[in-house]
């Protein structure tokens, strides 16, 4: 699975029903022939049902997380092996809500990534800094901390995407300025750069408070090819904002 530079994906967190699969039907209808990638990460339960909704339009689907190993005594966990099977393209890796909620290390994301990588699961990887840590003024070192603690060597531009999610703008409706996101993102692409081949082909998403109102505004950042969305994407008419913006973009 080769990820489209620009690229719009949803990540429904754990919410969506067996209802909300219409929501499918409703984005490839509205875009037979999308001018960006579009990926669909909804909880692990509705990946069967959802990849089988998509089959044939330009839909991907994705999963918001996997094991680090291929199988088990890991009782409540998926591998990404499994996702694969159920029919996931994508997973995002290291979200600070995972981080958060359960205490996911760099090195815990890094062995993900591999797991994930090696199912043929293309890894949307997640960074960002707390207010705290952007108040106290290392938002840059905790970026290329985590970028450099989580993401391992031999990726390419079609097996990885990185997301910069600050963690204060994420389902606040507080959104960094244009310039705060453009610095991060030039960090994020001059590291991708440094380390892989291909790293100018990279896609590099943002995420936190992405909606209709203000993806334009956010697409015309440099080093900015798509938006990793939360809220805004559990509605297809919400969706289908963003993704109009970044195919104009
Ligand atoms: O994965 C998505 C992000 O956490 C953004 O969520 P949000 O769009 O609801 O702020």
Request: charged share 20%.
């Amino acid at each position: 699975m080769t990820a489209p530079k620009k690229l719009a994906a949803g990540n429904w967190k754990m919410n969506g029903s067996q209802e909300a699969l219409s929501e499918v039907d409703q984005l490839s209808s509205a875009y037979p022939a999308p001018g960006c990638g579009i990926v669909i990460c909804p909880p692990a339960t509705l990946i069967p049902a959802l990849s089988e909704r998509a089959r044939g339009t330009a839909i991907k689907v994705g999963a918001q997380d996997c094991h680090a190993e291929v199988s088990g005594a890991h009782t409540g966990d998926i591998s990404a092996k499994m996702l694969a099977e159920a029919g996931a393209d994508f997973v995002i890796l290291g979200h600070s809500e995972r981080r958060g909620d359960h205490g996911e290390t760099d090195d815990q994301v890094r062995a993900k990534l591999m797991a994930a990588v090696d199912a043929g699961l293309t890894v949307i990887i997640c960074v960002g800094e707390t207010l705290e840590q952007r108040d106290g003024g290392s938002t840059l070192d905790v970026v290329r901390g985590q970028l450099s603690g989580s993401i391992p060597d031999g990726l390419t531009a079609a097996n990885l995407v990185v997301a910069y999610e600050p963690v204060w703008a994420i389902g606040t409706g507080k959104v960094p300025t244009t310039e705060q996101i453009a610095e991060v993102h030039d960090l994020i692409r001059s590291e991708m750069t440094r380390r892989f081949a291909d790293g100018a082909a990279m896609t590099l998403l943002y995420g936190g408070s992405v909606k209709a109102a203000n993806a334009e505004e956010i697409f015309a950042v440099a080093n900015v090819d798509g938006a990793l969305v939360g809220g805004a994407s559990l509605r297809a008419d919400d969706f289908t904002g963003i993704i109009r913006a970044l195919e104009a973009s």
